[in-house]
């Protein structure tokens, strides 16, 4: 028996001194570096893949908000303090959405990783923010009855011009990262034809609620009726501002017979 837990020991260390070698040499070949001012950053095992392990001390201080409850059960927006509630903005102009929930406020690293990602196509930040976006999935609606995940689409002006959409990568993994989880297959599918948005639509930026609301009406067109038709529609988004965009899709779906449309984003304003 000693003889046996002395070769377990050797064996053990053996495994150790194997995969620390190799971490080094790792290291020595492929320094990482902070995604935003490009400092080499000290390795950390078990931070990577984080959102947190993609930037440096001093770019990372602000870390990450995420948003937890007590927050409107419709628009998802934070509250300080109390209880959970539909907040005035919704009771005043509810959305056509019936929930919506976000990771964190759209500030410190989260702001960052999603405009490197999208404004500057560093696609290393896709991992550690779809990992994000799909434990938010898995906190708010993996025991809903959902039917459809689905990215929302881009005008195909705005696709050509970024090359890829935001959406789509941050939730194209869904399924496998379901079957990781849970060792099954999803109940739900995802869609990535269903919905189209036919108008190219000016900047959100800078425009109030109603200017944003004007600016998407009938941007979007749905050309697979029968796909949404009494369906439970999630749709999935990087930044969630006014609502205006998804708010639009969600009208568009509901108009060709979705039975209810939610969004899961990755932050709000
Ligand atoms: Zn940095
Ligand atoms: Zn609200």
Known sequence: ??????????????????????????????????????????QDRNRSHTLESCFCHACGKEGISPIVPPLCTSC?????????????????????????????????IVRDAIQLFKYHSKFAMAKPLEHLLFQTFLQYYETLPIDLVMPMPLHRSKMRKRGFNQAYFLSRNFKTLYYQAFRRLPSW???????????????????????????????????????????????????????????????????HGAARVDALVLART
Do not use: W
Not at 1 to 16: A, I, L, P, T, V
Not at 77 to 96: A, M, N, Q, W
């Open 76 to 108: 998802g927006i934070r509250f300080k303090t109390g209880e959970s509630h539909v907040c005035g903005d919704c009771l005043k102009t509810p959305l056509k959405l019936g929930r919506v929930r976000a990771a964190a406020e759209y500030k410190g």
């Open 189 to 255: 599918d995802t869609d990535l034809r269903s919905l189209v948005r036919i108008r190219k639509t000016e900047s959100q930026t800078g425009f109030d609620i109603e200017e944003r609301r004007k600016n998407v009406k009938n941007a979007f067109k749905i050309v697979r009726e029968d796909r949404i038709k009494g369906k439970h529609i999630l749709l999935v988004d990087d930044v969630f501002t006014t609502g205006a965009t998804c708010n639009e899709a969600a009208k568009a779906l509901l108009r």
């Open 1 to 42: 028996m000693r003889s046996f837990g002395r070769e377990m020991g050797f064996q053990n260390n053996f495994g150790k001194l194997k995969s620390g070698l190799f971490r080094m040499v790792e290291v020595l070949l492929f320094p990482e570096k902070c995604m935003k001012c490009g400092v080499y950053t000290e």
